[in-house]
């Protein structure tokens, strides 16, 4: 990489880490100067405003936690385990990985949901059906191989499995509790097993 472009890619790194944990309309340039160490014309260099910052940063975040979550379910083959390793990987969202700051879509969305002419909210919109419809893929897929049980609806199975998770992220933030990520994780193991069926 050219070093402008290395540049580029650090700023939006950093910027990302202070957009998902101060959020996108609190953050300032000044926050951003300060992280970056890079002065306002240096950043305007890149980004023709905070607007495109926003936008980039949010990107990159979103990338780096669907690439988490795909490493850590294309280690399985059966669908349980796939859904799973998608539980256990999203609420190591709590613990600061592989994002600080929890998930950058639900902290976007509670953010921008009022803000009509957002040019994040598609992009938050995007990322969060990517999210729920990649779930309806594993849990087709579960299906078609009979690792799933029929009966279940597989759009609505993924909305409650991820309502869930991002609930809980949100009393984690809230309550600080060292066992609610355990309980989560033990609560959706047993629903988890409830759609499955009897392995072969």
Not at 44 to 73: A, P
Not at 93 to 118: H, K, Q, R, W, Y
Not at 124 to 137: G, P, R
Not at 169 to 197: C, F, G, P, W
């Amino acid at each position: 990489m050219k070093k402008g472009e290395i540049t580029r890619l650090n700023i939006i790194r950093k910027s990302a880490t202070i957009f998902n944990t101060k959020g996108y309309m609190t953050t300032t340039m000044s926050d951003i100067i300060q992280e970056t160490n890079i002065q306002k014309g240096g950043i305007y260099r890149h980004f023709k405003d905070k607007e495109q910052l926003m936008l980039e940063s949010f990107q990159f975040s979103t990338e780096t936690m669907k690439n988490h979550l795909m490493e850590s379910v294309a280690q399985h083959d059966h669908a349980t385990d796939k859904l799973l390793a998608f539980v256990e990987g999203f609420l190591q969202l709590s613990e600061g990985e592989p994002i600080v700051g929890g998930c950058p879509i639900f902290n976007a969305a509670t953010e921008m949901d009022d803000l009509d002419g957002s040019a994040l909210l598609p992009s938050i919109t995007e990322a969060m059906d990517m999210m729920v419809m990649w779930l309806v893929k594993i849990i087709k897929d579960g299906m078609r191989h009979q690792q799933l049980k029929q009966t279940i609806q597989p759009y609505e199975t993924a909305i409650f499995i991820v309502s869930t998770l991002e609930g809980g992220l949100v009393l984690d933030r809230l309550k600080k509790d060292e066992h609610l990520t355990e309980v989560l994780i033990n609560h959706l193991r047993q629903y988890i097993s409830m759609i499955a069926t009897e392995r072969q």
